[in-house]
């Protein structure tokens, strides 16, 4: 091999561990909910009063989210719906519902993919079709993102920058709400004993197990907080 292509193949070989490192610092940079390449994501309301924003991802669904919206509407509390392009396809009438009882819709995506290394168009794809179907709804804009599984590495910032939305993220996803069966006091009591001034709660209606114990989960989390003198608003009301 002659010097010269020698010396090409080591500056490209130091030119890719150069890029690898980029990436890799980028990616852990992105990990945490409160950074984003780019922009600052909303992971927590801007306020020292002793507000909190409850969000409910992954819906509409028939298990839990009717339950959820009698339970919200008799304690007069309104809250934030991340929902799914394609589960509004599926139930548009629960989604109408959401938006009908004065609760705020965001864009979850279409089908909760992750979105790590995907291209501009793919997102831009996810991000529009879910929005298109949140209008119809009759809500006048869509303004906050909620990406799937918290994942918001390299592209999508690119992408909701150019379209002027909101990076959401949060400030507590209690653990228990993820283990089966769901133990709806649990889950409340790690929301309750991590809440603070300011906390946006990952909740998920989505989901189709214990919709019974995931709704006393949401009523001791509201009515426990309220009487320590919470109040619950949307992402849009601080
Ligand atoms: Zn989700």
Same mark, same amino acid.
């Given at each position: 091999?002659?010097?010269?292509?020698?010396?090409?193949?080591?500056?490209?070989?130091?030119?890719?561990?150069?890029?690898?490192?980029?990436?890799?610092?980028?990616?852990?940079?992105s990990?945490?909910?409160?950074?984003?390449?780019?922009m600052?994501?909303?992971?927590?309301?801007? %306020?020292?009063? &002793?507000?909190?924003?409850?969000?409910?991802? =992954?819906? *509409? @669904? #028939?298990?839990? /989210? +009717?339950?959820?919206?009698?339970?919200?509407?008799?304690?007069?509390?309104?809250?934030?719906?991340?929902?799914?392009?394609?589960?509004?396809?599926?139930?548009?009438?629960?989604?109408?519902?959401?938006?009908?009882?004065?609760?705020?819709i965001?864009?979850?995506?279409?089908?909760?993919?992750?979105?790590?290394?995907?291209?501009?168009t793919?997102?831009?794809?996810?991000?529009?079709?879910?929005?298109?179907?949140?209008?119809?709804?009759?809500?006048?804009?869509?303004?906050?993102?909620?990406?799937?599984?918290?994942?918001?590495?390299?592209?999508?910032?690119?992408?909701l920058? %150019?379209?002027? &939305?909101?990076?959401?993220?949060?400030?507590? =996803?209690? *653990? @228990? #709400?993820?283990? /089966? +069966?769901?133990?709806?006091?649990?889950?409340?009591a790690?929301?309750?004993?991590?809440?603070?001034?300011?906390?946006?709660?990952?909740?998920?209606?989505?989901?189709?197990?214990?919709?019974?114990?995931?709704?006393?989960?949401?009523?001791?989390?509201?009515?426990?907080?309220?009487?320590?003198?919470?109040?619950f608003?949307?992402?849009?009301?601080?």
């Amino acid at each position: 091999m002659s010097m010269k292509i020698r010396k090409i193949l080591k500056t490209f070989g130091f030119a890719f561990a150069f890029l690898l490192i980029i990436l890799i610092a980028a990616f852990f940079y992105s990990r945490s909910w409160e950074r984003s390449l780019l922009m600052d994501p909303l992971c927590q309301l801007d %306020s020292q009063e &002793k507000i909190m924003a409850l969000t409910f991802d =992954d819906g *509409p @669904s #028939e298990a839990r /989210t +009717p339950l959820l919206l009698d339970l919200l509407d008799s304690l007069q509390v309104k809250a934030t719906f991340f929902m799914l392009g394609q589960n509004i396809e599926k139930h548009p009438d629960l989604a109408r519902q959401v938006f009908e009882q004065g609760h705020l819709i965001g864009n979850h995506s279409w089908d909760h993919p992750r979105l790590v290394l995907k291209s501009p168009t793919f997102v831009k794809d996810q991000i529009d079709r879910t929005e298109k179907l949140i209008l119809e709804l009759g809500q006048k804009e869509v303004k906050y993102f909620r990406p799937p599984f918290s994942s918001k590495y390299i592209v999508l910032p690119l992408v909701l920058s %150019s379209l002027h &939305k909101v990076l959401v993220t949060g400030t507590y =996803d209690p *653990p @228990s #709400e993820y283990k /089966t +069966p769901y133990d709806g006091p649990k889950v409340a009591a790690e929301v309750i004993a991590n809440a603070k001034p300011g906390s946006i709660v990952y909740l998920h209606d989505g989901k189709s197990s214990d919709p019974e114990a995931f709704v006393e989960s949401v009523r001791l989390i509201i009515t426990s907080l309220q009487s320590q003198g919470y109040r619950f608003v949307r992402l849009d009301e601080n």
